[in-house]
């Protein structure tokens, strides 16, 4: 049972143009959102996050959009740059907050 | 300021062997929880612990147990190591823990355990 999905398992960008990663979930009690940049040999690292009241939120480069009615939520990076290369994970927390569910991931890798 | 911490970054077992992982969270966090990824897969939660009491605990069977410190360190106990325990085993700390749903959780950079 996925209750997080990243469909896409890898996207290919030019430097300098946009990267979209697209996240759905089908659990409705699912209101907080994250997403997490992985390097090989190292943990995740946290980027950004959204709560279910707000639809967008906006830290530098990195914009992350949230279609409560969809349930779908995506990343956006602006401008793209070499070293954005990495593996990206959408994950969401529920009622309990304890227990981050992931999506399987997508590769970015960013062409200079 | 140190990130979580965990020790060792490498471990090679044997079937039917046991393993503990530890974890120090970043100072002042008092929450810790694991997560288990296997290659091709996002991280899978197994517990999380909050002023060493067990908080959550994800979809994994009883060879899987932990505890939490008075410093707030943790450790991941396996028993009966099969091959499928093979995979990179990540900790996580984070400062509330009390049940808040907007929890940010900040990862270490993982232990990778391989069982032959």
């Known amino acids: 049972d996925q209750q997080v999905k990243q469909n896409s398992p890898s996207l290919s960008v030019q430097e300098g143009r946009i990267s979209i990663l697209n996240c759905d979930y089908t659990n409705s009690m699912f209101d907080y959102f994250l997403w997490y940049k992985k390097y090989p040999a190292e943990g995740p690292t946290f980027l950004i996050s959204?709560?279910?009241?707000?639809d967008k939120n906006e830290d530098g480069r990195f914009t992350v959009f949230l279609n409560k009615s969809a349930k779908h939520l995506s990343l956006h990076i602006v401008p793209s740059q070499p070293g954005d290369s990495a593996v990206y994970f959408c994950?969401?927390?529920?009622?309990?907050?304890?227990?981050?569910?992931f999506g399987a991931g997508t590769i970015l890798r960013v062409k200079s | 300021d140190a990130g979580v911490t965990q020790s060792p970054t490498h471990l090679i077992k044997t079937r039917g062997q046991h393993v503990t992982l530890r974890c120090s969270p970043i100072s002042g966090h008092k929450s810790v929880s694991w997560y288990q990824q296997v290659l091709g897969q996002g991280p899978q939660f197994i517990f999380q612990y909050y002023e060493k009491e067990e908080r959550g605990r994800g979809n994994f069977p009883d060879r899987f147990s932990a505890r939490q410190f008075p410093n707030y360190s943790s450790e991941l106990n396996v028993n009966a190591l099969l091959l499928g325990d093979s995979a990179l085993y990540l900790c996580a700390s984070s400062s509330l823990g009390s049940g808040s749903t907007l929890e940010t959780q900040y990862f270490g950079p993982g232990t990778r355990l391989l069982v032959l």
């Open positions: 959204i709560s279910s009241i707000k």
């Open positions: 994950a969401a927390s529920g009622l309990y907050g304890n227990k981050l569910v």
